[in-house]
């Protein structure tokens, strides 16, 4: 029980608190109450959510502002964006799909403030096959500025010869850092004739016309186009990097 006000004859004039269970307040005045503030921030796409396992989240999809309200623990999950396709030059290379945005996972313990949010964007530096197959554009870094263990490269490519047909790398599962149902991200992109996004989110390949572009905030790769050996000289466009997105997180 928390001490009493008295008067010089023992009168009991009122009391400093009453137990939590008595008051209604805000959750700041209950956690002092409790000995403990909580961590809390805001920013990003929409308003923090709950990820069902004890845990609330923020998601930042273009670049912005992190406001932390109450200092804490608090971990990321960045991802970068990702590079567009290549195009096969017809003769001996076939078109490659576009390398997905690298992941980075950080813990890092943040006073009361705002903390700028970078989030990379994916390459639209198509190229063209047959003539223009080099090179793929990379994606942009994502990142928070000054937290070099927060940032996540762009995807690239390896080079200009992807299989015939080859599916993208598949994408990762972020379903259990954010909760919910299950939701990939960095997934790369088909190589050339017909090979498919990794995971329903890269960009699909093409032999002729614009190749399939990546989802936006997948951080995946853009499909690559046209391909096939001399002398069956495809044509197309190889397909963008889908833009990356940022997740912090903090205990409830």
């Known amino acids: 029980m928390p001490n009493p006000i008295v008067n010089r004859t023992g009168k009991v004039l009122s009391t400093l ?4 269970s008595r008051r209604s307040s805000s959750g700041n005045i209950q956690s002092l109450w409790q000995g403990v503030i ?18 609330s989240y923020l998601e930042f999809r273009t670049s912005g502002t992190l406001t932390v309200i109450n200092g804490g623990s608090f971990e990321v999950k960045s991802f970068g964006g990702g590079g567009a396709g290549w195009g096969g030059n017809g003769y001996n290379a076939f078109g490659s799909g576009g390398g997905k945005g690298a992941m980075a996972d950080a813990t890092l313990e943040l006073t009361a403030g705002t903390y ?7 390459s639209t530096n ?40 080859g599916a993208g790398q598949a994408g990762t599962q972020v379903n259990t850092f954010i909760g919910g ?14 090979g498919t996004g990794g995971s329903g989110i890269g ?50």
């Open 116 to 122: 700028t949010v970078n989030v990379g964007a994916g």
């Open 126 to 165: 198509g190229a063209t096959a047959p003539t223009n197959y080099y090179p793929a554009g990379q994606g942009g870094t994502s990142s928070i500025t000054g937290y070099p263990t927060t940032s996540a490269a762009g995807g690239t490519n390896a080079g200009n010869g992807g299989s015939r047909n």
């Open 38 to 55: 909580k961590p809390d921030a805001s920013g990003g796409f929409a308003a923090k959510a709950d990820t069902g396992s004890g845990y």
């Open 181 to 194: 149902a299950s939701l990939f991200k960095a997934a790369g992109g088909g190589n050339a004739e017909g």
């Open 17 to 20: 608190l009453s137990p939590r």
């Open 203 to 252: 960009g699909n390949a093409t032999q002729n016309g614009t190749a399939g572009t990546a989802a936006a905030n997948t951080a995946s790769g853009g499909g690559g186009a046209g391909g096939s050996g001399q002398p069956d000289l495809h044509t197309g466009t190889a397909g963008s990097g889908g833009t990356g997105i940022v997740y912090v997180r903090w205990l409830n």
